[in-house]
């Protein structure tokens, strides 16, 4: 069983007066237990049981605006005074800065809204595995099949969150998640491709026979692939890719990142970073959302931003202390964005393959070639050729290339929205990248 | 050495009871108890903004049986715990019928020794460092937008108990100094980052001044950086300069070679043992023996000592890295690659320092033979599908060669590749081997555990690189 919200404030409040007695201005501590349950297979058959059952706290001191932080994973009573202890003797020898402070105290979150977030049932193992003995059966549906990967884990948690203004609050949340991953082989090649359920409830959750055939498909699609020439090319991201550019685009309007001068949109308030079309959002309080949040890491409360709006950057991702910093109120964003997303384009899927006679549409990208200092952009990629809107046939061991800030003014999106991450974007068409290959 | 019984209701005994009952009828298991101690110290935008200690504590109890590995991990050393844990495992292998292998090599040898580093220095002579940091770059150069330097230190101790009650312990030391600088000139904004580290102090990196040089090595790439052009695209000749750019080798390769992916035939290496995988004169070893690198461990996490495994000699594929699991269902030993990020985690088969070592040639004959293509000195991250065998990495310092010349330098490219061959486009090896500065972690299946990596400049002949020009 996860411990209930009575230990867990317990214990905050045992750090917090432990924290004030010894001489501590302000005090902020955060304590989270996660028990997480999962199976894997392999081959249909069982490959792997783990139960893993986390305790973590993390408690922060301040002397004025003297700062230092410790956390562990053992809430005796005992070692939990040793750190405290620890941690105020080294606050008090850390330098100051000035921006250092608790939230203010009227920013704070005062309701917590039912977001629905979490879901007490419970699968036992012998249930996950026939979840996953009929996701693999699925997923065998050709001999080029010869390997399957499949995983169910049910994760569940609770946490408090506290500080010495008197903010105290937490609560629950759970996921479940079930993941299929295929190899296939022909005379020419081996290739792999993935898919996964990750929803807030089980019941949500994708059907086992869904998972296994989409699977099953997708690595098909990818055998014999080919290498392409280098060229300018207009490139069309797969959903489950362009939510990695929105990821991107929140770390790069991070508050942090903009307060240390280490983003290529710094100064870019109300200033057009994108075509016309976009709009991005990002809304805490999607009910059952994998990003939701009832409050941010530091117990802020967060409403529903409009970032972009007609290609326009309305806001950045503000937290406390880079707000201060920027002289700008934290806007409930520490911990970064949470369910974010491209509003839909105008045209269909469809539509948008048929924009160019010539796309390569992506579904993988490998690598970690983005610098958000000055936005280039550069990964390894796989996908397919696509002509009059049709697909030709799989293309491999390519690289494609370009700016954020190009890419971003050269974006189109379909209308074909989904959510099912924690970012979330319709298909999307990025016209003048570099594709290289032979 | 922890003692993991001081505090708790379990006693030595009970705990060696429960593991003998929970792995009575496994092939193999064990319990592993983890203290570790670490801290973090950051000095960023003039102020130190960090200051973190950390301390965690905790058990995996594992239990295999056949090729299913049973897990449960908890914080709590208690005998509640520890019984829940050995009840969830044998609930999962409840058919198991298997016959405990007892046996475990022994070495008297240690590649470090048991200091705990975040003890060995104040907080007041790092913050010291710190700031001389700053104020040396800041001071140095006009240009210098931003200094970010860092401490990381940890001590690890382990023990591992075997059914039958058999323990083996280890104290791992590792430090990490780094230091990320960024310049602006005429618009434009550039990075340069580097660091050292190991399983030794941190005086032992930094004595007779030596942040000074890792500096200027910061400093030194992000000024290269600026004056940088686009990037080529398309397929040329890469040559590779010695020390770090063998992550190379670790993505193409090295995760090609692990055991668990040839167990599983996912690798593209699975069945190519014995054959020819490399050019001639390409020798390649993954050791965990080398004194105080980050890399190096004496006995892996499931007890194994470490070793020096050729993997690739003069060409031809010799061994996989191995854990007992994989060892055992491929009829072979453990090499002693058996790791995991902490007991939150299972054992995985896992890289160490993996090496290329020198040939004949030097760097200066592979730039002369070169008409176009690029000479790259220092990396980024990388990535490999192991499937498929396709690899990348990101340059963060790279050149145009132009007739046998190094000519400007390049932004930060992709470069991608295919794991099974590119090691017979491999033309040139040189005859200046490095080790890396010891900075790496290596990630799988969302476990980090620190690796090194070490080359001399190689030349390959054929290698895409994802730039934008055309």
């Known amino acids: 069983m996860i411990k209930d919200q009575e230990y867990l404030k317990s214990k905050a409040s045992y750090c917090l007066n432990l924290a004030k007695k010894l001489g501590a201005t302000d005090a902020s501590v955060t304590i989270g237990n996660s028990i997480s349950e999962s199976v894997s297979f392999r081959n249909k058959e069982l490959d792997e049981s783990n139960r893993s059952d986390s305790l973590a706290i993390s408690i922060e001191t301040f002397k004025d605006k003297k700062k230092s932080s410790i956390s562990s994973s053992n809430l005796q009573d005992e070692n939990l005074k040793t750190l405290i202890e620890k941690c105020f003797e080294t606050t008090k020898i850390t330098p100051e800065d000035e921006f250092n402070s608790l939230p203010d105290k009227d920013l704070l979150e005062r309701q917590i809204k039912n977001l629905d977030l979490y879901d007490d049932s419970h699968l036992e193992n012998d249930k996950k595995i026939d979840y996953l003995k009929e996701l693999e059966e699925t997923a065998s549906i050709s001999k080029k099949i010869i390997n399957t990967e499949s995983g169910f884990t049910e994760y569940k948690s609770n946490f408090i969150l506290a500080n010495s203004d008197g903010f105290c609050n937490g609560y629950k949340s759970s996921s479940f998640y079930a993941s299929c991953v295929a190899v296939a082989k022909d005379e020419n090649s081996m290739e792999r491709d993935y898919e996964y359920t990750n929803k807030r409830h089980l019941n949500d959750i994708a059907s086992p026979s869904n998972l296994g055939k989409i699977t099953a498909q997708q690595t098909l699609k990818k055998l014999s692939p080919k290498k392409i020439g280098s060229e300018k090319i207009s490139i069309i991201f797969d959903r489950r890719i362009a939510n990695g550019l929105l990821h991107s685009f929140a770390s790069a309007i991070s508050s942090s990142a903009i307060a240390r001068g280490m983003s290529f949109l710094k100064d870019k308030i109300d200033q057009k970073i994108f075509s016309d079309t976009i709009n991005i959002f990002d809304k805490p309080d999607l009910v059952k959302g994998i990003g939701s949040k009832c409050f941010d890491s530091e117990g802020v409360k967060s409403e529903t931003l409009k970032l972009v709006e007609s290609g326009f950057l309305k806001h950045y991702l503000v937290d406390t202390y880079s707000g201060k910093k920027l002289n700008m109120k934290s806007n409930g964003r520490s911990g970064g964005s949470t369910n974010i997303y491209f509003e839909n384009g105008k045209i269909s899927f469809e539509e948008l393959l048929k924009v160019n006679s010539k796309n390569l549409y992506i579904t993988e990208t490998i690598g970690h070639g983005t610098n958000l200092v000055t936005g280039d952009y550069s990964v390894g990629a796989t996908g397919f050729l696509i002509e009059n809107g049709e697909f030709k046939y799989p293309v491999n061991e390519i690289t494609i290339a370009g700016n954020f800030k190009d890419m971003f003014q050269n974006m189109t999106l379909a209308n074909d929205l989904e959510f099912k991450y924690s970012a979330n974007s319709p298909t999307m068409m990025i016209e003048g990248m570099v594709v290289a290959g032979k | ?470």
Request: hydrophobic share 30%; with cysteine.
């Open chain 2, 1 to 470: 050495m922890s003692n993991f019984f001081k505090k708790s209701d379990l006693t030595r005994k009970d705990a060696e009871n429960i593991i003998s009952d929970t792995l009575n009828k496994c092939d193999d298991g064990e319990l592993y108890l983890e203290e570790s101690k670490s801290e973090s110290i950051l000095l960023d935008d003039n102020k130190i903004k960090k200051s973190n200690y950390s301390s965690d504590l905790g058990f995996g109890l594992r239990a295999v049986s056949g090729e299913i590995v049973a897990y449960s991990h908890s914080n709590d050393i208690s005998k509640s715990s520890l019984k829940l844990s050995s009840e969830n495992l044998k609930s999962t292998l409840k058919s198991s019928k298997g016959t405990y292998n007892y046996e475990i090599p022994k070495s008297n040898k240690k590649f470090y020794d048991d200091i705990n580093p975040i003890e060995q220095k104040s907080l007041d002579s790092k913050l010291e460092v710190l700031n001389k940091v700053n104020d040396y770059l800041r001071t140095k150069d006009s240009a210098v937008k931003q200094v970010t330097a860092s401490f990381s230190g940890e001590q690890k101790s382990i023990e591992i108990i075997r059914s039958g009650g058999e323990s083996l312990t280890d104290i791992r030391p590792l430090i990490r100094f780094n230091v990320s600088v960024m310049l602006e000139k005429n618009g434009r904004k550039e990075t340069g980052v580097y660091g050292i580290g190991g399983r030794q102090s941190y005086d032992d990196y930094l004595k007779n001044d030596n942040w000074k040089n890792v500096c200027e090595e910061a400093l030194r790439i992000a000024s290269v950086n600026l004056d940088s052009k686009p990037a080529p695209a398309g397929e040329m000749k890469v040559v590779l300069g010695p020390g770090w750019p063998a992550i190379l080798i670790h993505e193409a390769i090295g995760h090609g070679l692990e055991g668990d992916f040839n167990r599983k035939k996912t690798s593209a290496f699975h069945d190519l043992m014995g054959q020819k995988v490399a050019s001639e004169g390409v020798t390649i070893v993954d050791d965990g023996t080398i004194d105080k690198r980050r890399g190096s461990l004496t006995i892996d996490d499931e007890g194994t000592p470490t070793e020096r495994t050729v993997l690739i000699e003069n060409g031809i594929l010799k061994n996989f890295m191995q854990d007992r699991l994989n060892a055992r269902l491929m009829s072979t030993r453990s090499t002693g690659s058996g790791r995991r990020e902490n007991y939150r985690h299972i054992v995985l088969p896992r890289m160490r320092n993996t090496m290329m070592l020198s040939g004949k040639q030097t760097q200066d004959e592979m730039i002369k033979s070169v008409d176009k293509g690029i000479f790259a000195v220092s990396f980024g991250g990388g990535q490999v599908d192991i499937t498929s065998g396709k690899f990348v990495f990101n340059c963060t310092e790279a050149y145009e060669i132009n007739n046998g010349k190094i000519g400007s330098p390049i932004k930060g490219a992709t470069l991608i590749g295919d794991g099974p061959s590119i090691l017979k486009e491999v033309s040139m090896v040189g005859n200046d081997m490095m080790m890396d500065p010891g900075i790496g972690t290596c990630g799988k299946a969302g476990q980090g555990v620190p690796v090194g990596v070490a080359q001399p400049s190689i030349l390959i002949d054929k290698m895409t690189v994802g730039g934008t020009k055309i």
